[in-house]
């Protein structure tokens, strides 16, 4: 592992823990935890949180791929946000997925992929509603959602991976918090590359040659078919340049989205401070994520 992705984990870690102090299970969500998903009980698990108010009502379905520059992170450390979520009338899958460097891209892709069967195969048993499935990702978590969205609408980027999504699926609507979607790969040591680029070397299996570099560049896959997305930053992120970037591609692919910008100069807002359950910018974020993804549903579906 590199010196940067072992700087990451204890850093996020350091400042997750600070973050989520004293925070509990609302007494609002029922949650169903440790579902494995895949052959991996370890790395390949999920929790699904409901509104006890909804009982036995099917929901709309919102799965969460966390941030963590590819290296860091679990359901464990959004698991408030994703209740919280849940308590805007969904059920929200919130899953672990196998980290780099000790599993290489695509791995986070794959696992992606299982957790959309896993809902698709449980719909009628846990009353999920299989036709409107909603995603939210953030960070590093942000462009893997974006990169598996293109996989489910790009059949010729489809074509580059030995897994294949549920024959006509694609996210309903996606959201994408402070992401990196415009990446290009500095040449050299990785260990001279900036520390994005150091992360991305334990990710890539090659370190990060220029194939793979197409691979995971989001901008060249996306077509028209790409969902309708709600993209945000804010003025403290240290990737906001990244929203205009994907926002002047979906316009010329004229994919509905929107694009928010959260934080004044008196109150700056940091990168993926939505998780933050303390924030007044963090409810009045999420809200707005899930009312755009409410537009999506029928007119008497989605409300708590």
């Known amino acids: 592992m590199s010196e940067a992705s072992d700087f990451m984990r204890m850093d996020a870690k350091r400042n997750d823990d600070i973050r989520d102090a004293g925070l509990t299970t609302p007494a609002d969500i029922v949650r169903l935890d440790d579902i494995p998903y895949g052959?991996?009980?370890?790395?390949q698990s999920l929790d699904l949180y409901r509104p006890r108010s909804a009982g036995g009502q099917k929901l709309p379905v919102l799965f969460s791929v966390h941030g963590g520059g590819w290296v860091y992170g679990d359901k464990e450390r959004y698991q408030y946000y994703c209740m919280s979520l849940a308590q805007r009338g969904f059920a929200v899958v919130n899953f672990t997925y196998r980290?780099?460097?000790e599993h290489k891209y695509p791995a986070p892709l794959e696992d992606t992929n299982l957790v959309v069967r896993w809902i698709l195969d449980h719909g009628e048993e846990l009353?999920?509603?299989t036709d409107h499935?909603?995603?939210v990702g953030d960070s590093a978590g942000a462009h893997l959602l974006s990169l598996y969205a293109c996989i489910c609408t790009n059949p010729a980027y489809a074509a580059e991976y030995d897994f294949a999504p549920p024959a006509g699926f694609a996210p309903t609507a996606l959201a994408l918090n402070c992401g990196n979607y415009d990446i290009s790969l500095e040449p050299?040591?990785?260990?001279?590359r900036p520390f994005t680029q150091q992360l991305l070397a334990d990710f890539l299996p090659e370190g990060g040659t220029k194939r793979e570099?197409?691979?995971i560049q989001v901008l060249r896959h996306m077509t028209p078919a790409f969902p309708p997305s709600f993209l945000m930053t804010a003025n403290g992120d240290f990737l906001k340049a990244?929203?205009?970037?994907?926002?002047?591609?979906?316009?010329?692919?004229e994919v509905p989205h929107i694009a928010r910008f959260y934080g004044t100069p008196a109150r700056p807002l940091n990168h993926v401070f939505h998780c933050d359950m303390r924030l007044e910018e963090a409810r009045l974020c999420n809200d707005?994520?899930?009312d755009f993804f409410r537009r999506f549903l029928p007119a008497a579906s989605g409300k708590e």
Request: with cysteine.
């Open 39 to 43: 052959p991996d009980p370890a790395c």
């Open 99 to 101: 980290l780099a460097p």
């Open 127 to 129: 009353a999920l509603d």
């Open 133 to 135: 499935v909603f995603a």
């Open 188 to 192: 050299g040591s990785p260990k001279t």
């Open 213 to 215: 570099e197409f691979l």
């Open 242 to 253: 990244q929203v205009p970037i994907l926002s002047a591609r979906l316009a010329e692919l």
């Open 288 to 290: 707005e994520e899930c």
